[in-house]
T-cell receptor, first 115, second 108 residues
Framework: SAVISQKPSRDICQRGTSLTIQCQVD?????MFWYRQQPGQSLTLIAT?????????ESGFVIDKFPISRPNLTFSTLTVSNMSPEDSSIYLC????????????FGEGSRLTVL | AQRVTQPEKLLSVFKGAPVELKCNYS??????LFWYVQYSRQRLQLLLR??SRESIKGFTADLNKGETSFHLKKPFAQEEDSAMYYC??????????FGQGTRLTINP
């Protein structure tokens, strides 16, 4: 299994500012992902965080708005840039476990409120 | 387009009654489906996957390719089953697309 820690767990941000969310996994994992869960909605994949290279973004998400880093196999960051109230969401880090199980593990999420 | 549909946002049953949470999918290839669960104040976690064909906490789910469904079932609901349940489809490269979720409430 993999235990994922995210911080901050929650924050209140001002419009136009940027915030970086950190994700730490307690073991080396092959794949890391970032999801967004808007209020009352399901989880939507933002991007796959690739170790040592640019993230792979899903349709509707761009690097300028959601820059992602993954310097090693256990750590990733997601920045939400130039925030607006529409960015108020829970942002979830997830990682694929090893051992062939393919299970996706999730962090507890970072709840952002943009005023 | 790859899509997962959970038609019920809310489902409420009495303790001891059977439970069925519906999930339908749209996928052109051979699907890999999962059920994830989020208990109150806990993180999202895997409940079961169709490949393993196992029963977890009394829950089972059978993949029906003809009906493109992957409904989650339990014959006798327990109060601790109250949670948010998400059906998810692996759309390739381990990227999951999630349904809208069903909030299950078990009444005593």
């Amino acid at each position: 299994s993999a235990v994922i820690s995210q911080k901050p767990s929650r924050d209140i941000c001002q419009r136009g500012t940027s915030l970086t969310i950190q994700c730490q996994v307690d073991s080396q994992v092959t794949m890391m992902f970032w999801y967004r869960q808007q209020p009352g909605q399901s989880l939507t994949l933002i991007a796959t965080a690739n170790q040592g290279s640019e993230a792979t973004y899903e349709s509707g998400f761009v690097i300028d708005k959601f820059p992602i880093s993954r310097p090693n196999l256990t750590f990733s960051t997601l920045t939400v840039s130039n925030m607006s109230p529409e960015d108020s969401s829970i942002y979830l880090c997830s990682a694929r476990g090893g051992g062939g199980t393919g299970e996706l593990f999730f962090g507890e999420g970072s709840r952002l409120t943009v005023l | 387009a790859q899509r997962v549909t959970q038609p019920e946002k809310l489902l409420s049953v009495f303790k001891g009654a059977p439970v069925e949470l519906k999930c339908n999918y749209s996928y052109s290839g051979s699907p890999e489906l999962f059920w994830y669960v989020q208990y109150s104040r806990q993180r999202l976690q895997l409940l079961l996957r169709h490949i393993s064909r196992e029963s977890i906490k009394g829950f089972t789910a059978d993949l029906n390719k003809g009906e493109t469904s992957f409904h989650l079932k339990k014959p006798f609901a327990q109060e601790e089953d109250s949670a948010m349940y998400y059906c998810a489809l692996n759309q390739g490269a381990q990227k999951l697309v999630f349904g809208q979720g069903t909030r299950l409430t078990i009444n005593p």
